[in-house]
């Protein structure tokens, strides 16, 4: 199964994946995974700090060298994406893996007492940023010989619960623009794409969600990457449109 995949060391040997939120949580973690097995890794991220640690490990531990993307989503129009398309473009000429992982979790109360603000800014950074940055990369990823966009989806993408809102209601668009992707992509290309709800992690957003529970109760983000190296290499090549869940 892919929670108890077992990736050969080679997997993703000169494979050119960019990793949205690398420098903290999952994202960091699913990046130096990648990295491990052969890929060259762009880390885009908000905190270039951040990307710039995952850099400097990836380099310590003497994987193929990445590169460093900085971009904060929320503010992100499509012409800073066609101008990413056209600077990966020219340094790699395409994309083999798009996982998207960067999102925020927003404020949670009542639909009733919901700030405007905060449930646009959530819907940028986890829905509408994705369509653009998958809407840019898709020429990139249409010049690999076998690609994997992943999406990252959430229990409360697939069934709605109470004060979740704009972060639940984000999930389920998620979890939507990777099924109509998928079906659009499903006999003309070699693209798949695939969602992964990774399930509660010891993260920065579990933690702030989840300020009463002890951290350490849920598995650290490598315990994941069974699950993330599965649908980004080659054995998942028939896998298309579905919704896996990580743990
Ligand atoms: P973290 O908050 O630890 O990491 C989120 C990453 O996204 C950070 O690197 C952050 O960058 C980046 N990011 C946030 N906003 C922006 C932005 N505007 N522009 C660019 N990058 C941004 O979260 P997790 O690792 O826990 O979550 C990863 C994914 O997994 C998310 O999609 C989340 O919804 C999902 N998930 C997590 C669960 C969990 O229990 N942890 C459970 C279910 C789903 P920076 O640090 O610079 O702000």
């Not at 994406?81 to 998207?100: C, I, T, W």
Request: some cysteine; glycine content about 8%; aromatic content about 6%.
């Amino acid at each position: 199964s892919a929670q108890q995949y077992q990736a050969p060391a080679q997997l993703l040997n000169d494979r050119i994946i960019l990793v949205t939120g690398a420098g903290d949580g999952i994202g960091r973690s699913a990046a130096l995974a990648y990295a491990s097995h052969g890929a060259t890794v762009i880390l885009l991220g908000k905190t270039v700090e951040k990307l710039e640690a995952v850099y400097d490990e990836i380099e310590q531990a003497g994987y193929p060298q990445a590169a460093i993307y900085p971009m904060d989503l929320k503010g992100a129009v499509m012409s800073d994406y066609e101008d990413m398309q056209q600077a990966l473009a020219q340094n790699f000429g395409r994309l083999d893996g798009l996982l998207h992982n960067a999102s925020v979790l927003g404020d949670r109360k009542p639909i009733a007492q919901s700030n405007v603000d905060i449930w646009q800014e959530v819907m940028q950074v986890n829905v509408n940023a994705e369509f653009m940055l998958t809407k840019a990369m898709l020429p990139l990823l249409e010049s690999s010989a076998s690609a994997s966009i992943i999406f990252t989806s959430s229990g409360v993408g697939r069934q709605g619960r109470a004060y979740w809102g704009p972060y639940a209601v984000s999930k389920f668009a998620t979890e939507g623009l990777m099924q109509v992707l998928a079906d659009e992509l499903a006999n003309t290309s070699n693209i798949r794409v695939n969602a992964i709800n990774p399930g509660a992690t010891n993260t920065n957003m579990r933690r702030s969600a989840y300020p009463a529970e002890q951290p350490t109760n849920n598995p650290q983000p490598a315990a994941l990457m069974p699950c993330y190296l599965y649908l980004m290499g080659d054995d998942s090549q028939a896998v298309n449109g579905l919704s896996i869940d990580a743990q």
